[in-house]
T-cell receptor, first 111, second 117 residues
Framework: KQEVTQIPAALSVPEGENLVLNCSFT??????LQWFRQDPGKGLTSLLL?????REQTSGRLNASLDKSSGRSTLYIAASQPGDSATYLC??????????FGQGTRLTINP | DGGITQSPKYLFRKEGQNVTLSCEQN?????MYWYRQDPGQGLRLIYY???????QKGDIAEGYSVSREKKESFPLTVTSAQKNPTAFYLC????????????????FGPGTRLTVT
């Protein structure tokens, strides 16, 4: 059974720092991996999707990497801003229309 | 505006009552999903539907029911059989490209917070 783990559960950094969020998964047979952002009490916003054949995807200050063989993905946020404060979730698509989610990392950027 | 709408945003019910949560999308997506989120946890799949008049159980379907009579709509009923129904419920949709390995990015609605007392 696929398990997705995100460490740390919470992270607090000063504004302007570059940071990395981690996601690991136990079964490398995935179609893609998706990173989401969730603000308190809100739905999920898709940030990046990496297909299984890709190594990384970039959008603005965000860069996500995927290493299927080691079961790891990272989300790199450059020059962090207070508006980046949110919970970040990763999810793997194993086919059959199923996403398996990690528990999320709650990120706080301090001004 | 294209997107997914869920109503209501907050819902309160007494124990023993059934309640139906609405989910509508105008993205012309084939597939729709219902997830449940508990505090400090990731999302868990309740039900999903790849096509009209067809749906499949997810990991935690017990105590829930769904229907898919129209492509745009996928309502979720939380029945009195669900032992711990208080949670945040999220609906999502995606283009269905089965077994192609192509992007099947899921788009989410704003969620409904259900409280049962």
């Amino acid at each position: 059974k696929q398990e997705v783990t995100q460490i740390p559960a919470a992270l607090s950094v000063p504004e302007g720092e570059n940071l990395v969020l981690n996601c690991s998964f136990t079964d490398s047979a995935i179609y893609n991996l998706q990173w989401f952002r969730q603000d308190p009490g809100k739905g999920l916003t898709s940030l990046l999707l990496i297909q299984s054949s890709q190594r990384e995807q970039t959008s603005g200050r965000l860069n996500a990497s995927l290493d299927k063989s080691s079961g790891r993905s990272t989300l790199y946020i450059a020059a962090s801003q207070p508006g980046d404060s949110a919970t970040y979730l990763c999810a793997v698509d194993q086919g059959a229309q199923k996403l398996v989610f990690g528990q999320g990392t709650r990120l706080t950027i301090n001004p | 505006d294209g997107g997914i709408t869920q109503s209501p945003k907050y819902l309160f019910r007494k124990e023993g009552q059934n309640v139906t949560l609405s989910c509508e999308q105008n993205l012309n997506h084939d597939a729709m999903y219902w997830y449940r989120q508990d505090p400090g946890q990731g999302l868990r799949l309740i039900y999903y539907s790849q096509i009209v008049n067809d749906f499949q159980k997810g990991d935690i379907a017990e105590g829930y029911s769904v229907s898919r009579e129209k492509k745009e709509s996928f309502p979720l009923t939380v029945t009195s059989a669900q032992k711990n129904p208080t949670a945040f419920y999220l609906c999502a949709s995606s283009i269905d490209i089965p077994l192609s390995g192509l992007q099947r990015e899921q788009y989410f609605g704003p969620g409904t917070r259900l409280t049962v007392t």
